[in-house]
């Protein structure tokens, strides 16, 4: 019987614009091999929440797509509480920031397979600032056997 491996890395990540997505495949299958963790899972997480994570085409077109369908969904400036004085503490008024993060997840999990991650062809693991630019600090932990 072998025995469950869990393996846990962080990296940083500097965003350049208030909102940016990036991909950060390679970055999450490179840490892969050193766990030696053959069939398993990989749990992608952030420490933030203004930022999120998910899974799709990393592609120009989409990406801008992507912008665009979380403007239209959440305005940067409503009126939202969190970034009023009289409700809340915040200063930053990035309250379309978490709203935004919210919809689209903080948290990817992916299997491990063969010591490698097995994504389509076409899937990335995205990265979104939605709140930059910052540094962030995005949490990966590998289990398995």
């Given at each position: ?5 869990v ?18 495949t ?23 929440t203004?930022?999120?994570?998910f ?77 930059g ?12 056997i």
């Amino acid at each position: 019987m072998q025995a469950l491996k869990v393996v846990r890395k962080t990296f940083p990540l500097w965003s350049e614009k208030r909102t940016e997505l990036l991909d950060i495949t390679k970055q999450i299958q490179d840490s892969v091999p050193s766990a030696d963790v053959k069939e398993g899972m990989v749990l992608v997480n952030s420490f933030h929440t203004t930022v999120a994570l998910f899974v799709n085409e990393f592609q120009g077109a989409l990406i801008e797509g992507i912008k665009t369908l979380l403007e239209r969904l959440v305005k940067e400036r409503s009126g939202y509480r969190h970034d009023d004085p009289r409700y809340s503490d915040c200063e930053r008024g990035n309250a379309h920031a978490h709203l935004r993060a919210m919809l689209l997840g903080r948290s990817v999990a992916l299997g491990v397979s063969g010591g490698e991650l097995p994504l389509g062809r076409f899937q990335s693991i995205i990265f979104a600032e939605l709140d930059g630019p910052r540094e962030r600090t995005i949490d990966v932990q590998i289990i398995g056997i």
